[in-house]
């Protein structure tokens, strides 16, 4: 499970979430630091190349949106 740095500030306000399986080796994976609780991202590397991941909380609610 990986949360985004500021989740151990302030936990309730964590949005989102990364669930990374285990099998995927720790040292072909890095978390980026987008300094959000409402994005995360991490960068993966694969024998191709890296591969970003990001998720994103959007709240319906507000009329700015993405």
Known sequence: M???KEHYVMPSWTR???LV???LATD???QVDM???EVMVL???TGSGKVLLTNMYNDS???QGL
Do not use: F
Request: charged share 5%.
């Open 2 to 4: 990986v949360y985004p």
């Open 16 to 18: 989102t979430i990364i």
């Open 21 to 23: 399986n285990k099998w």
């Open 28 to 30: 072909t994976w890095s």
């Open 35 to 37: 300094g959000s609780q």
């Open 43 to 45: 960068a993966i590397n």
């Open 61 to 63: 609610g507000q009329p």
